[in-house]
């Protein structure tokens, strides 16, 4: 299986704040990477897919970057609704797996 | 407007069975494959098993093969996941999540996702 390492675990930031998640793959995946936010008790979200393909209805702060095993995720400007947890999938081959999570908490 | 509503989670004995239920309403149930992704208490989310549109591909985790068989009835619109022989190590919110490609075999992705149902398995 393809183990997906997120850093940081948990963060503290400010609203304004330009915040950056990163997601390492134990092996290539191309751009087969997507990124979710999931607030508690919500139903998690998509923003991202195909690494830096940004979903349909998703504000233009979030964005995606990286290939291989490398990846980023930016929220330019950091709002209040944004403070959640963060997790990157891979998309590459089965089993589907997904890193640990970025809690992004406000400081 | 995608709607998709997981019912049937409950508190459950190790080794009995339960059977989660996911509503979807909003688009074309008989084009999207479906997924049931999972979520342990203070873990992250967990893949468990997915269907293609047309219900004759299927995929699972290994955690599950074997014991969990996932369903779709085209006519009521619901997707279900069949869990058996249950053990603490399943108990986590149940989420169902819709593919986002339409007619595909894809199946890689969750573009909607429900509010979840909680399964707890204890004696």
């Known amino acids: 299986d393809i183990q997906m390492t997120q850093s940081p675990s948990s963060l503290s930031a400010s609203v304004g704040d330009r915040v950056t998640i990163t997601c390492r793959a134990s092996?290539?995946?191309?751009?087969?990477l997507n990124w979710y936010q999931h607030q508690p008790g919500k139903a998690p979200n998509l923003l991202i897919y195909?690494?830096?393909s940004l979903q349909s209805g998703v504000p233009s702060r979030f964005s995606g970057s990286g290939s291989g095993t490398d990846f980023t995720l930016t929220i330019s400007s950091l709002q209040p609704e944004d403070f959640a947890s963060y997790y990157c999938?891979?998309?590459?081959?089965?089993?589907?797996?997904f890193g640990q999570g970025t809690k992004v908490e406000i400081k | 407007q995608v709607h998709l509503v997981e019912s049937g989670g409950g508190v459950v004995q190790p080794g009995r069975s339960l059977r989660l239920s996911c509503a979807a309403s909003?688009?074309?149930?008989?084009?999207?494959?479906m997924h049931w992704v999972r979520q342990a208490p203070g873990k992250g989310l967990e893949w468990v098993a997915v269907?293609?549109?047309?219900?004759?591909?299927?995929y699972y985790a290994d955690s599950v093969r074997g014991r969990f068989t996932i369903s779709r009835d085209i006519s009521k619109n619901t997707l279900f996941l069949q869990m058996n022989s249950l053990t603490a190590e399943d108990t986590a919110v149940y989420y169902c999540?819709?593919?986002?490609?339409?007619?595909?075999?894809?199946?890689?992705?969750?573009?909607?996702w429900g509010q979840g149902t909680l399964v707890t398995v204890s004696a």
């Open positions: 999540a819709k593919d986002p490609w339409r007619n595909s075999r894809r199946l890689d992705a969750f573009d909607y």
């Open positions: 909003g688009f074309s149930f008989i084009s999207y494959g």
């Open positions: 269907i293609s549109y047309d219900g004759s591909d299927t």
């Open positions: 092996q290539t995946i191309s751009n087969y």
């Open positions: 195909a690494a830096s």
């Open positions: 999938q891979q998309s590459y081959s089965m089993p589907w797996t």
